[in-house]
């Protein structure tokens, strides 16, 4: 066990995330409309079946797959959560809004206030036990409306409904709320529109125009929404928010060197170049030409917009890294690592394949602060899990326990390189359903729910052994690792 000292500054912001598709259920209350997430199958074939050619959103409520859409039923127990999160002492909160609670079809004028007056109790919550929320106003579930009918991000006007939607959440909790990101994991449209842009092959998800014309219309809806913030609230922080995985070359040869510059030019900094420095990055072209993309359609002051409102702070995921090998005949490719590559001889992996490595968030760290000179927040990171209960449900997660002391170690040692880290939020603090299979066996949380893949289960909430460790790292803002 690691005796390393560790170093996080005052003010430091531990907590956990969570997104509200996979957690909150009651995907049809309150005036609620259907979301992506609610269209989207569950199972472990749920990225082939989206990817498929097939696939157009068209679904049967009656065979909606437990848990996907039922989620742990935190709609009527969030008071609840909200107390175990105090109890382990979190400084912040992050979680999303459903785009389809506020506006159930997506297009409408006026907002549904049940579905704010839900958020209002949600907000309200965490400030009475002192909790900062961070709130991701899309986290993969824009209203399906929004998605068939338009065809989703591709489609121009989907800035404006984007740009009411923000106007109505920011200007109702911009008071109480200090920090906020636009989009979850923008960037990984680049391998799954389905999620962040609501795009299948059906609605044009195979052709990179749409990918890239739709993440333009993304951009320029996150500025109008930073605009917004910023004129609501002075000291609101609006940030973007990036899958990033730290990416090798498998050896020396300048073939391999070259196409690790590309990657990491193409998948962990178009998206942030964007919104981060506010204008399109020299490479773009070199993209345009390799994927087929002509001229973007853009406004006359979309670029003037992005570049004035470009986002406060960087917020990323964090689960694995990638290796890059051009020059092999036959690769070992690296079985459930989201984003390909090939198998990296010196790492261990998860259960579910993926790479894990803690140096490599060290890397990532400096990579993003050297390149954008901004607050960084890494607002997702863990360990999805198969979890073994006793008979009185207690889970002795000690593998999850190492993984992370190992990711809050890189974290300080960051910190000592001098990167600003405004924050830590593990994802899925509470058990919650897959985004990659609508299940409930990949777990990643500190408190046990008791839910099957079946949907069948008490949904009652039992603290893990690591729940009380990450309460130790807290009170000791992360000096007690062991």
């Known amino acids: 066990m690691s005796n390393k000292t560790t170093v996080f500054p005052d003010g430091f912001l531990w907590g956990g995330a969570t997104a509200a598709n996979q957690l909150e259920g009651a995907y049809r209350s309150d005036g609620k409309g259907l979301s992506v997430a609610d269209a989207m199958p569950g199972g472990k074939q749920r990225f082939q079946i989206l990817g498929s050619d097939t696939f157009n959103w068209e679904i049967d409520e009656d065979k909606f797959i437990y848990p996907n859409h039922r989620g742990i039923d935190h709609y009527h127990r969030f008071k609840e959560d909200i107390a175990l999160f105090a109890k382990m002492g979190f400084k912040c909160y992050r979680f999303s809004l459903a785009w ?16 704010l007056k839900f958020y209002d109790q949600v907000i309200d919550e965490c400030l009475k036990h002192g909790i900062e929320p961070v709130i991701t106003i899309s986290h993969y579930e824009m209203p399906l409306h929004l998605a068939k009918e338009y065809g989703g991000w591709k489609n121009r006007k989907m800035i404006d409904f984007f740009e009411n939607y923000a106007t109505v959440v920011l200007t109702r ?41 739709a993440w333009h219309n993304q951009f320029v809806a996150s500025a109008k929404a930073v605009k917004i913030g910023h004129e609501i609230n002075p000291d609101m922080q609006i940030g973007c928010m990036i899958i990033y995985a730290t ?70 995921s964090y689960y694995m890294s990638s290796a890059v090998n051009e020059t092999a005949e036959e690769e070992d490719t690296v079985v459930g690592n989201l984003l390909g590559g090939v198998r990296n001889p010196f790492l261990e992996a998860s259960e579910w394949g993926w790479q894990i490595d803690p140096e490599g968030l060290r890397i990532a760290l400096n990579e993003l602060y050297d390149r954008y000179q901004k607050p960084l927040f890494i607002v997702e990171n863990g360990l999805g899990a198969i979890d073994k209960v006793d008979e009185n449900f207690y889970v002795e997660d000690d593998y999850r326990i190492d993984y992370l002391r190992r990711h809050i170690e890189a974290m300080s040692d960051a910190i000592k390189d001098g990167v600003d880290l405004m924050g830590y939020t593990p994802w899925g603090c509470i058990d919650l359903v897959s985004a990659s299979t609508g299940e409930m066996s990949k777990r990643y949380g500190f408190i ?16 893990k052994k690591s729940f009380n460790w990450y309460k130790q790292v807290i009170e000791t803002n992360g000096k007690e690792l062991k």
């Open 100 to 115: 389809a609670r506020i506006f159930p079809k997506g297009d409408e004028a006026t907002p549904n206030e049940a579905g």
């Open 173 to 213: 909790y911009g008071k109480k709320v200090k920090y906020w990101m636009t989009f979850n994991e923008i960037n990984s449209a680049f391998h799954f529109p389905a999620l962040s842009q609501g795009m299948v092959k059906a609605t044009g998800a195979g052709d990179y125009q749409n990918v890239f014309q």
């Open 247 to 316: 990416t090798y070359s498998i050896d020396a040869n300048p073939v391999n060197q070259m196409a690790t510059l590309a990657q990491n030019q193409e998948f962990n900094f178009y998206c942030t170049d964007a919104q981060v420095r506010g204008e399109y990055p020299a490479y773009q072209q070199r993209m345009f030409d390799k994927y087929g993309v002509s001229e973007l359609e853009m406004g006359a002051d979309d670029l003037e917009l992005m570049r004035k409102y470009a986002v406060d702070y960087i917020g990323f």
């Open 448 to 463: 046990y729910v008791d839910l099957d893949d079946n949907g069948e289960g008490t949904m009652n909430r039992y603290e």
